[in-house]
């Protein structure tokens, strides 16, 4: 198990570039899918305590329990074979996926800071920063922050941007079911 500080921020197309830059690539962008499963929809993390999701990046399927605590996010993983295991899995639980994302996901690294830069679809770009790894994590939080010209505030967590979303906007929300049965239906994109 393994235990994750993060925060994300939308950024623009100039932040991207900036972020480039600044950044030693780790991993190319990759597509990444993401299915959540819980008991209560988008209520399942504040009344549970945890998510449940599939990912699949490349050919990597695996099963995850994200955990909050008060330090960060615990986090477990299991492979399995295909989507369809884990949609079965889930679905033996009792539990019903309520989010997918999508996106496209490159790895970078500025000092202790691992930078992901997520181009999410239906959403827009953002770049979300893990820091557990960082002795002085708010410095150089900071530091690549005023580097790449990051103002804005901190962004909520993809389920509860797209829960909002949902809320607010009748558009997105039928985008948004539309693709989740497709993904559903057919096991993965």
């Not at 695996?62 to 295909?82: R, Y």
């Not at 580097?147 to 997105?172: P, W």
Request: aromatic fraction near 12%; glycine fraction near 6%.
């Amino acid at each position: 198990m393994k235990i994750e500080k993060e925060v994300r921020y939308l950024i623009s197309n100039k932040q991207y570039q900036n972020i480039l830059k600044n950044t030693i690539s780790l991993e190319g962008e990759c597509d990444t899918l993401d299915i959540t499963f819980g008991y209560s929809g988008f209520d399942s993390l504040e009344k549970y305590g945890f998510v449940c999701r599939i990912r699949k990046k490349k050919d990597k399927v695996v099963l995850e329990i994200k955990k909050k605590t008060t330090d960060g996010w615990l986090e477990q993983e299991a492979k399995v074979d295909t989507i369809d295991d884990g949609l079965n899995f889930f679905t033996f639980l009792n539990m019903t996926p309520y989010m997918y994302l999508y996106k496209k996901r490159e790895i970078r690294k500025y000092k202790n800071l691992k930078i992901f830069i997520d181009k999410v679809e239906l959403l827009g770009n953002y770049v979300e920063i893990e820091y557990q790894d960082c002795l002085n994590s708010i410095d150089e939080l900071n530091e690549f922050k005023t580097k790449v010209g990051i103002k804005s505030l901190e962004e909520d967590l993809y389920g509860n941007i797209i829960k909002e979303k949902l809320n607010k906007d009748s558009i997105f929300k039928k985008n948004f079911q539309k693709n989740l049965n497709i993904i559903i239906n057919k096991g993965g994109k």
